[in-house]
């Protein structure tokens, strides 16, 4: 079954760093691509970062030159290295996973910038 199991998160300062990880399940060859997104209420869920089975990447605007996604593909786990973080970045992160089948959500993960 797919599924992915998400770590990382919490409360930082603002200019503090956080790593977010994601493992999904299944082998590397069944995903596509996988990434972050962020939701606040109210608002939609938004695209952070995605990286391919290629290793190209996406980043929103926001983020760029201060979040890294990297991936293991022998582990099938993503990391987003989050620096410079800011109370902007307040959102509930979520991963996704794009297989083949199907497209596989976490449950999300909380990310607090404090002022």
């Known amino acids: 079954q797919e599924q992915v199991v998400e770590s990382g998160g919490g409360l930082v300062q603002a200019g503090g760093s956080l790593r977010l990880s994601c493992t999904a399940s299944?082998?590397?060859?069944?995903?596509?691509?996988m990434g972050w997104y962020r939701q606040t209420p109210g608002k939609q869920r938004e695209l952070v970062a995605r990286?391919?089975?290629?290793?190209?990447?996406n980043y929103a605007d926001s983020v760029k030159g201060r979040f890294t996604i990297s991936r293991d593909n022998a582990k099938n786990t993503v990391y987003l290295e989050m620096n410079n973080l800011n109370p902007e970045d307040t959102a509930v992160y979520y991963c996704?996973?794009?297989?083949?089948?199907?497209?596989?959500w976490g449950q999300g993960t909380q990310v607090t910038v404090s002022s």
């Open positions: 990286i391919f089975s290629t290793g190209s990447t």
């Open positions: 299944g082998n590397s060859f069944s995903i596509n691509h």
């Open positions: 996704n996973a794009n297989y083949v089948v199907k497209n596989v």
